[in-house]
């Protein structure tokens, strides 16, 4: 296959060359890979019966080296074809990977991987095959005003240029994320015919800071797996890792004069009155229960450890998103 410029990924996707059975889906924004990844599963069973679709990630591979090998070779009892989806991108062993591209087997395999440089070896091997497709993915703005397009045409509305200018100034560069935002855009504006500025002002919050927020929380909630994925949203959405570091000191910091104010006997609404800026009050019941959960205690031994994570993302910019994750695992270890 030839590479694929972004430009024309979307048009592949809709219309796969009927000699693909092997494809590579890459680039900085997860939630886009995702989608097209799915998309192209679809096709892969369009037309074919009955399709089972399965997905392994890297703790399935971690656990069995060999498990991708099985997939494509057990034959479905209940179903005429296989997808095999495998969401582990560059860490993939290559040489293994083309010796499984080689062998004979009725099944079509995708592949979802973060940013890979040009010279990648995981890159090369799909561009290489006539029948594989490798795609990279990478989030533009005409990404946007065409899913604008696309799910306010399916609910039946209109938006004007202001307003759609507007719109996607509130949206970040996370495709799923920017597609859930104006879903529940749409919902909200149905059966008025038009979106409005203040349709989009009432509803649709900034994606980075909801990102942010949800980090934040999966963090002090204990949830490593959920805050190291709103981690690589974060970043592949164009936040960096610091960014991340800071916004949790800020929400630690706040835990803990709850925590202290709860520890002291003293009034929770009061105390929560004061923090500035408050927190949201959709989030108000999770955030006292993690303060309370953790305790003045070991928020306080937390803050030295979130400090220096920060420090050490600003001297070595390189390193941020290994020194992010590791701080994540140990919080959230704490819990």
Same mark, same amino acid.
């Given at each position: 296959?030839?590479?694929?410029?972004?430009?024309?990924?979307?048009?592949?996707?809709?219309?796969?060359?009927?000699?693909?059975?092997?494809?590579?889906?890459?680039?900085?924004?997860?939630?886009?890979?995702?989608?097209?990844?799915?998309?192209?599963?679809?096709?892969?069973?369009?037309?074919?019966?009955?399709?089972?679709?399965?997905?392994?990630?890297?703790?399935?591979?971690?656990?069995?080296?060999?498990?991708?090998?099985?997939?494509?070779?057990?034959?479905?009892?209940?179903?005429?074809?296989?997808?095999?989806?495998?969401?582990?991108?560059?860490?993939?062993?290559?040489?293994?990977?083309?010796?499984?591209?080689?062998?004979?087997?009725?099944?079509?395999?995708?592949?979802?991987?973060?940013?890979?440089?040009?010279?990648?070896?995981?890159?090369?091997?799909?561009?290489?095959?006539?029948?594989?497709?490798?795609?990279?993915?990478?989030?533009?703005?005409?990404?946007?005003?065409?899913?604008?397009?696309?799910?306010?045409?399916?609910?039946?509305?209109?938006?004007?240029?202001?307003?759609?200018?507007?719109?996607?100034?509130?949206?970040?560069?996370?495709?799923? #994320?920017?597609?859930?935002?104006?879903?529940?855009?749409?919902?909200?504006?149905?059966?008025?015919?038009?979106?409005?500025?203040?349709?989009?002002?009432?509803?649709?919050?900034?994606?980075?800071?909801?990102?942010?927020?949800?980090?934040?929380?999966?963090?002090?909630?204990?949830?490593?797996?959920?805050?190291?994925?709103?981690?690589?949203?974060?970043?592949?959405?164009?936040?960096?890792?610091?960014?991340?570091?800071?916004?949790?000191?800020?929400?630690?910091?706040?835990?803990?004069?709850?925590?202290?104010?709860?520890?002291?006997?003293?009034?929770?609404?009061?105390?929560?009155?004061?923090?500035?800026?408050?927190?949201?009050?959709?989030?108000?019941?999770?955030?006292?229960?993690?303060?309370?959960?953790?305790?003045?205690?070991?928020?306080?031994?937390?803050?030295? #450890?979130?400090?220096?994570?920060?420090?050490?993302?600003?001297?070595?910019?390189?390193?941020?998103?290994?020194?992010?994750?590791?701080?994540?695992?140990?919080?959230?270890?704490?819990?």
């Amino acid at each position: 296959m030839v590479a694929y410029k972004s430009a024309s990924v979307p048009r592949f996707i809709k219309s796969p060359d009927a000699t693909c059975r092997f494809a590579l889906v890459y680039g900085p924004d997860i939630g886009l890979v995702s989608e097209r990844a799915e998309a192209l599963a679809k096709h892969f069973s369009a037309g074919r019966g009955e399709t089972e679709i399965v997905r392994l990630d890297e703790r399935d591979v971690a656990d069995d080296a060999s498990r991708i090998e099985v997939e494509l070779r057990t034959i479905p009892m209940f179903a005429a074809r296989k997808v095999v989806r495998v969401g582990m991108g560059a860490r993939l062993d290559v040489p293994t990977l083309k010796a499984l591209l080689e062998m004979q087997s009725e099944a079509a395999l995708i592949i979802e991987a973060g940013n890979l440089r040009p010279d990648s070896a995981l890159r090369k091997l799909f561009e290489g095959r006539k029948d594989a497709a490798a795609l990279p993915c990478y989030s533009e703005s005409s990404n946007v005003v065409s899913l604008i397009d696309e799910v306010l045409k399916e609910a039946g509305l209109q938006i004007d240029g202001d307003a759609k200018a507007y719109l996607i100034a509130r949206l970040g560069a996370d495709q799923a #994320l920017s597609r859930a935002e104006v879903a529940k855009l749409a919902l909200y504006a149905s059966g008025r015919g038009r979106v409005s500025i203040d349709d989009i002002e009432a509803i649709v919050g900034d994606a980075a800071e909801i990102a942010l927020e949800n980090f934040v929380y999966q963090v002090s909630g204990g949830d490593a797996k959920a805050a190291l994925r709103e981690l690589d949203r974060l970043g592949a959405a164009g936040t960096g890792a610091a960014s991340a570091l800071a916004a949790l000191g800020r929400h630690f910091t706040q835990l803990h004069r709850l925590a202290a104010a709860q520890a002291e006997g003293g009034n929770v609404q009061q105390t929560l009155r004061t923090l500035r800026p408050p927190p949201n009050f959709k989030r108000v019941d999770a955030f006292t229960a993690h303060a309370r959960r953790w305790g003045g205690g070991r928020l306080l031994q937390s803050l030295p #450890l979130i400090q220096d994570a920060v420090r050490r993302t600003r001297l070595s910019p390189d390193l941020e998103d290994a020194l992010a994750a590791r701080l994540v695992l140990t919080l959230t270890a704490k819990i």
